[in-house]
């Protein structure tokens, strides 16, 4: 088991939404968020939008396609919460080192995310029940 | 509305589990988070505990109350994501201006949470579906 790792940090918390667009327009004034990125992710058939106050980052996620796996997430569980990302200096070894510990993977290895960052997720049944992204930023 | 505050950041997303024995035997040896703080917080009824590794902070929560609010979040949506929590420089005047642009408080006013900081939550309602607790960190 390594050391702790100086170098994890939150770097956001992501919720799926009905509409991009509303969510942003409720949200971003609200709590004083500003928009910073807004893609469509076409392999995952989402649009994603990051929202930032400080270091205080808010991703939120649209489905673009009824068949897309956030679109099930949507409909069986509604709009909130969908996974938290931690900020990892490599997230290729953070991988290696979860998978030798006995965690269960989605991606084998990192691929390109929301703004261009490479990530990886983990399955919530190696989160208490929460999935995990590693972002490396 | 005010510019973006540069002192926001993450604190800490907050599981609720079953077992907090358990959640930290399984969760702190996989992920590589050490405990930092465990305590009971009567006035909720939960037992809580502080897992960090880096800047990256995990808190777990388990009801010490059948009939406690979180044993009820509990049941009805099993274990998983709890809330999420952003530290600010000053909760009181977070929640003025919060309160301002009309977001739905459940905390008026600061209260000791964990580890005796100032604490305060906000609806769901509000939090795009999703719980959020503000910390003076």
Excluded at 66 to 91: N, Q
Excluded at 109 to 115: D, S
Aim: proline share 7%; no cysteine; glycine share 10%.
């Amino acid at each position: 088991m390594s050391t702790p790792d100086p170098g994890w940090r939150l770097h956001h918390v992501a919720h799926v939404v009905d509409d991009l667009d509303a969510a942003i327009d409720e949200l971003a004034p609200l709590w004083g968020l500003e928009l910073e990125i807004r893609e469509t992710l076409d392999a995952q058939r989402v649009e994603a939008a990051m929202l930032r106050r400080g270091d205080v980052r808010v991703e939120l996620i649209a489905p673009t396609d009824p068949e897309s796996g956030v679109a099930r997430f949507l409909e069986s569980r509604g709009p909130g919460f969908h996974h938290v990302a931690y900020s990892v200096a490599d997230v290729a070894e953070t991988l290696s080192e979860l998978s030798e510990r006995g965690a269960e993977l989605i991606d084998e290895r990192p691929r390109p995310g929301l703004g261009g960052h490479l990530v990886a997720f983990v399955h919530p049944r190696s989160g208490g029940g929460v999935l995990t992204e590693l972002v490396e930023d």
